[in-house]
């Protein structure tokens, strides 16, 4: 691989990650709009994208009767991922929410070992353990309400997780863009109802973010995309833990938020953890090659 094009990929991730930040900034900044009208702007673009992208490629939309279920399954637990990852946002500190947010590699490997029975060794569970321990800093437990963003939270990461270890699993079988967008299109759909029930009519401003939370979704999944095209997903995954430090940024300058020391523990735990088990993949997969 040309070092060129891996410095391209982590460039991709870098601003993949900031993407997704801004996004929750967006998120963020109009607390008058209800959520599930965020949730529907934020699918919408993605919606549209993916549907220009599949009339370019002539593809068409049917999908094979073997991948209908898993496609419903990756699209149900999407938009559930969305909804409650957008709850924990709009609830929690901007640095907390990411944090919690940036669990979703661990989950997945947690359902890739369940579901799809991939081997996992002890360097990894010990990771996948102390990662968890990590966001309990995070959401310090307590038996009140105020938990309910860091649950929330903590539930989007665990849909995401299934979520994605679904996409894994259609990886060969099914067009991406057909994943994108029938996820999209049933984010869109379930959001209707409740949108409808509690619309608010946006200002100019609020129209503003609204566009901005789906413009930057869709940014950062590009960006994602084609840093993945450039180089392998073990190469660049952990670049995308830069949400942290963008999180405790951009929160302090917009929303004059500081984490407490607890968060600050359980981030570091997060990013130490997601460093220590992107190097044992490496030197796992280095070692498997060296067999062969």
């Known amino acids: 691989m040309k070092i060129e094009q891996k410095t391209k990929a982590v460039i991709y991730m870098l601003i993949s990650a ?65 909804v409650t990852n957008f709850y924990a946002v709009q609830h929690l500190i901007l640095a907390d929410s990411n944090m919690l947010g940036k669990l979703s590699p661990i989950t997945v490997s947690f359902f890739a070992v369940l579901y799809l029975k991939e081997k996992v060794d002890k360097e990894q569970i010990l990771g996948i353990v102390l990662s968890f321990v990590g966001a309990l800093f995070v959401i310090k437990p307590s038996f009140s309400l105020s938990m309910l963003p860091s649950l929330a939270g903590l539930s989007s990461v665990t849909f995401a997780g299934i979520s994605y ?32 029930a509690d619309f608010q009519i946006p200002s100019l401003k609020e129209w503003f973010f609204l ?12 960006f994602m995309t084609y840093s993945y095209k450039n180089a392998e997903a073990s190469e660049v995954a952990v670049y995308n833990y ?34 220590y088990l992107y190097l044992h993949g490496k030197k796992k997969k280095a070692n498997s090659i060296g067999k062969l």
């Open 242 to 275: 830069s949400g942290i430090p963008y999180g405790i940024i951009l929160g302090y300058i917009l929303f004059d938020e500081i984490p407490d020391i607890y968060s600050y523990i359980g981030g570091t735990i997060i990013i130490v953890m997601a460093i």
């Open 211 to 222: 566009m901005g939370i789906g413009f930057m979704a869709c940014l950062a999944q590009f």
């Open 165 to 196: 270890t679904v996409i894994r699993y259609l990886n060969d079988k099914e067009n991406p863009n057909i994943i994108v967008f029938y996820f999209s299109l049933m984010s869109v759909l379930c959001s209707i109802p409740f949108m409808i």
């Open 18 to 82: 900031l993407g997704f930040t801004l996004m929750s900034v967006a998120v963020k900044a109009i607390p008058g709009i209800p959520l599930f009208e965020k949730v529907f702007f934020r699918n919408l673009i993605s919606c549209f994208v993916a549907l220009l992208l599949l009339l370019r490629e002539k593809r068409g939309f049917y999908v094979v009767a073997e991948n209908r279920v898993p496609i419903f399954i990756r699209s149900f637990l999407g938009f559930l991922g969305i």
